[in-house]
């Protein structure tokens, strides 16, 4: 089925560094999500991107949708401790909203 | 608007025991999942539907059931709780405008413990 790579697992960094990872995929999608779990709650959508090549921006939060519609990356520029969470990659095709999830990054910032 | 609700947040179930994982939407989304999360594993689609009556086996259906009687509500069902359903349980939902499907909106989690 289809998998989504997703890199790197785990980043410990400074407060006011930047952040990038990035999701990789044999498969073609039509649209990519990236999301924010917080411990104990569900995950929440951060930013949707729909077209290849688009890049979108939430705040201090980047994203794009690869020209190659096999991948997406996300950069967080000037982190701060609320930062602190797994990110989620998710593709998405087809006819029924199906999602496929990436294995998370866990980002932790320290102050 | 409360969005996606989940009950229970928690609950601990004996091996063989059963019990079904309420979730209830108030956006009037079409589209609704199950999914579970494991360390380290990201999030396993479990069951989805399209709309009322309509239901499909995601991609780790074994030992659940589901069902979507009415566009609010989409109850996920264990039969025979084994260990290997120890996991966190998200349901969500999502909406369809045209050719654009929106990101879902996730409830906060059922964390089921099988012993």
């Known amino acids: 089925g289809q998998q989504l790579n997703q890199s790197p697992q785990s980043m410990f960094i400074q407060e006011g560094e930047d952040v990038s990872m990035n999701c990789t995929s044999s498969?073609?999608?039509?649209?990519w999500l990236w999301y924010k779990q917080d411990p104990g709650e569900g995950p929440v959508l951060l930013i949707a991107?729909?077209?290849?090549?688009e890049l979108t921006s939430n705040g201090r939060l980047t994203a794009q949708f690869g020209i190659t519609r096999k991948d997406s990356f996300l950069n967080i520029s000037a982190s701060i401790p609320s930062d602190v969470g797994i990110y989620f990659c998710?593709?998405?095709?087809?006819?029924?909203?199906?999602?496929?999830f990436g294995q998370g990054t866990t980002l932790q910032v320290k102050p | 608007n409360a969005g996606v609700t989940q009950t229970p947040k928690f609950r601990i179930l004996k091996i063989g025991q059963s019990m079904t994982l309420q979730c209830t939407q108030d956006?009037?989304?079409?589209?609704m999942y199950w999914y579970r999360q494991d360390p380290g594993m990201g999030l396993k689609l479990i069951y989805y539907?399209?709309?009322?009556?309509?239901?499909d086996k995601g991609e780790v259906p074994n030992g659940y059931n589901v069902s979507r009687s009415t566009t609010e509500d989409f109850p996920l069902r264990l039969e025979l709780a084994a260990p290997s359903q120890t996991s966190v349980y998200f349901c969500?939902?999502?909406?369809?405008?045209?050719?654009?499907?929106?990101?879902?909106?996730f409830g906060s989690g059922t964390r089921l413990t099988v012993v």
């Open positions: 969500a939902s999502s909406h369809r405008d045209r050719s654009l499907y929106y990101g879902y909106t």
């Open positions: 498969s073609i999608f039509n649209t």
């Open positions: 998710a593709g998405g095709s087809g006819n029924t909203g199906k999602l496929i």
């Open positions: 956006m009037n989304h079409n589209y």
């Open positions: 539907s399209v709309g009322a009556g309509i239901t």
């Open positions: 991107l729909y077209k290849a090549g």
